[in-house]
């Protein structure tokens, strides 16, 4: 899964500008799956048939990561920018972006004063992201005009994943890991159900504009039939000693089963079942409680007459920043609990409400 999350991580993609990242993931699932398409939204969906008859199941990722898009030009040739996304105005300074023109990629940078004129300023302010701008090295506004740059253009965070360490912590930084590590679960799953025998179909989603509300999930929900679904997302930690933190979710303790968050109520019969599982098969795990995050398991639970519905997480530190955090062993096991969660199915499943 590391290739898999280096080539996702790479991909330029943040919200409502997923096709970069669409194109790839059809291409790349089309000869795992029986039927393979992309809507109107660009979402990717994909069916998989078992090998005997059992329920239909749904799993998600959603594609898009954060970024920002161009707002204006300025006669300087520095950019002004709006987010897309949750962007902490707090991680913006000097930080590297990469734009995508219609002719190519472009390196910036977040600008901000020298330290030599800190003296001279508000150390504790934290300017508002319309205050800030993005250095492209051009010359003036025409010069940024002849780069390629235009109203509209996106922004996302410049790629550069590699060991957090060295590869013996098995440990991964690096932008986009919300949720591209979780394309990359679905993506593996996907692999390895080649050679196994299951019951029903799987539709796999990738999804587009979660990061904005969930919206390519609500669009995708309506498109499918199914009697179960489970949703993969990066989660926050709360395992580093800021006084805000209560250490409940750990990196390195093993894939979240998620319990409650702002968008989703786990189905009871769904989440017991990913506990059953995680103990049968001995995979790590973790229950989480966090009403701070939202998924796109929120859409997919009021799809169609509702659809039972759980979230597996994936643990991870510096959400929505250029050094996110994951650990290997969270995303091993974030697959291994979703693959032993679909062999698992059968004509007799059943995720009724008292089941």
Known sequence: MKQLLEQLTSLHGPCGHEQPVSKWLRDTIKPLVDEVKVDALGNVIAVKKGARPGPAMVMTAHMDEVGFIV??????????????????DRLLLTQKVQLRTRTGLLTGVIGSISAH???????????????????I????????????????????????????????????????FDDRAGCAVLIQTLQELQDEQFAGTVTAVFTVQ??????????AARQVEADVAIAL??????????????????????????VLDFSLISHPAVKEKLIHLANDKKIAYQLEVF?????????????????????????????????????????VATKELLKAFVLDLSEESGFGFFD
């Open 71 to 88: 707002k204006k030009i300025e006669e300087s040739g520095l950019i002004r920018f709006e987010k897309l996304g949750g962007n902490d």
């Open 117 to 135: 004129y800190s003296k001279f300023d508000d150390a504790g302010k934290v300017r508002n992201h319309r205050q800030l701008y993005i250095d």
């Open 137 to 176: 090295g051009a010359k003036n506004k025409a010069h940024a005009i002849e780069l390629g740059v235009e109203i509209g253009t996106p922004v996302t965070w410049k790629p550069d994943m590699e060991f957090l360490g060295n590869e013996t912590t098995g440990r991964f930084v690096g932008k986009g």
């Open 210 to 219: 979660e990061e904005v509300g969930l919206r390519g999930a609500q669009v």
């Open 233 to 258: 997302d990066t989660t926050a930690v709360s395992d580093t000693p800021e006084e805000t933190m209560d250490a409940s979710l750990a990196l390195g303790a093993g894939t979240g089963i998620k």
């Open 291 to 331: 009403p701070g995050i939202g998924t796109d398991g929120g859409a997919m639970s009021l799809a169609n007459h509702g659809i039972p519905t759980g979230v597996l997480s994936i643990p991870s530190r510096y959400a929505h920043s250029p050094v996110e955090v994951i650990d290997m062993e969270d995303l």
